[in-house]
């Protein structure tokens, strides 16, 4: 198992398609092999999505390098992560942000990505329990807001928890596939890019879909 190796070939492929080096150098320290569970190691940078537990997965690499190059951080933002999962996005996202605050509805998930988080000595994170209000508004507004999971349509709740000319990242579609968008905040109005097709599981709450 030569992880090092691996990863030089990742991120060699990442940057055929990805052009914010920020992006690529903090991918290139964050180690994904310390999200995923023992036995899936060996697969840790593979172009693909892993089980890590509950039923979820930790994003495939190129849309977790897309969706934070979207988010055009510049070192100073506060950002809001909607599914902390292990926490491989939010560790990304605290080497690029300023402050980041994650909500997580599955405790145990929280509870892992908290320990992983700590031991790799980042201090700029805070996560919570999701609730049925999508967000978390106590710490809004958010110059980015990234949604690991896909909602039916764009949901005002976030929107109205970005700061002007912030960015929401977000995949918008049906709970089987959809569009992975980049919203920009302009004037009160969303400004839409598509980025490409992806597939995530659904994001539950208020605005989104209902837990079935």
């Not at 049925?132 to 976030?158: Q, S």
């Not at 049906?174 to 004037?187: C, I, M, P, T, Y």
């Amino acid at each position: 198992m030569d992880l090092e190796t691996d990863r030089e070939r990742l991120l060699e492929r990442l940057r055929r398609e990805i052009e914010d080096e920020r992006v690529l150098e903090t991918m290139a320290r964050v180690p994904r092999e310390l999200f995923v569970p023992a036995e899936g190691r060996r697969y840790a940078y593979d172009d693909r999505p892993l089980p890590i537990g509950q039923g979820q997965t930790i994003s495939q690499p190129f849309i977790v390098a897309l969706m934070t190059q979207s988010m055009e951080l510049t070192g100073n933002e506060k950002v809001l992560e909607l599914g902390t999962g292990c926490g491989y996005q939010t560790a990304i996202l605290a080497e690029m942000a300023g402050k980041v605050v994650s909500v997580e509805r599955v405790a145990a998930l929280a509870k892992m990505a908290e320990r992983i988080l700590k031991s790799l000595g980042y201090t700029n994170v805070e996560i919570h329990p999701a609730g049925d209000r999508l967000g978390w508004p106590p710490c809004a507004p958010y110059d980015a807001i990234v949604v690991t999971a896909a909602a039916p349509k764009i949901p005002p709740e976030l929107l109205d928890q970005l700061n002007t000319g912030g960015r929401l990242v977000i995949p918008v579609g049906s709970r089987w596939e959809q569009n992975l968008l980049q919203v920009v905040k302009r004037d009160g109005e969303p400004v839409v890019r598509n980025l490409t097709a992806c597939r995530f599981v659904p994001l539950i709450g208020e605005g989104a879909w209902s837990e079935e």
